[in-house]
């Protein structure tokens, strides 16, 4: 079984797909530690050294590389792998389930404002703007997330009790 986690930056992906993979005794993958291991940098650093336009062809290629690879895993994606060179249509064609964690903009900001330090897509941003960013972000991505298979709302769950929701949703 393979199972894809979708989201914006903040949404629980890598949380929630740690404790599925303990759970179901499935190997975890985080598409971007992938990514970083391959090319021998940080996201951050190949963004910024080689463009957005290298970074996202490279995504491509892991992403369909680890889902034709493994029988069974649990792969968290990055908040944009959804939206770019068809990655969402590569997802929900090589996968079993494509979930999108869902969080509403004030959820994310809540989550996000504790670790803007680590998150250097809004590192630089004021905490007052964070709403607006998120917000056009969420707009201009929620046309991707939405193919999923299936949308958890996840807001105001803990992430115990949203894997219990996903394995329901398993069968």
Do not use: W
Request: hydrophobic residues 35%.
């Amino acid at each position: 079984m393979k199972i894809v986690l979708v989201g914006y930056m903040g949404s629980g992906k890598t949380t929630i797909g740690k404790l599925l993979s303990k759970e179901l005794e499935i190997s975890f993958l985080d598409l971007d530690e992938v990514i970083e291991e391959g090319l021998g940098d940080s996201i951050s650093n190949i963004f910024n050294g080689k463009g957005e336009i290298f970074f996202r062809k490279k995504e491509h290629e892991y992403l369909k590389d680890v889902l034709s690879k493994k029988e069974k895993l649990i792969l968290s994606t990055g908040g944009g792998t959804p939206c770019y060179t068809g990655n969402m249509e590569t997802m929900l064609n090589m996968a079993d389930h494509v979930f999108y964690l869902k969080v509403s903009i004030p959820g994310l900001v809540q989550r996000l404002i504790m670790e803007k330090e680590h998150r250097p897509l809004i590192k630089n941003i004021d905490d007052g703007d964070l709403p607006e960013f998120i917000g056009k972000h969420l707009f201009e991505r929620n046309s991707f997330y939405l193919k999923a298979n299936h949308i958890i709302e996840c807001d105001n769950k803990d992430p115990e009790s949203l894997v219990a929701e996903i394995r329901k949703l398993l069968g």
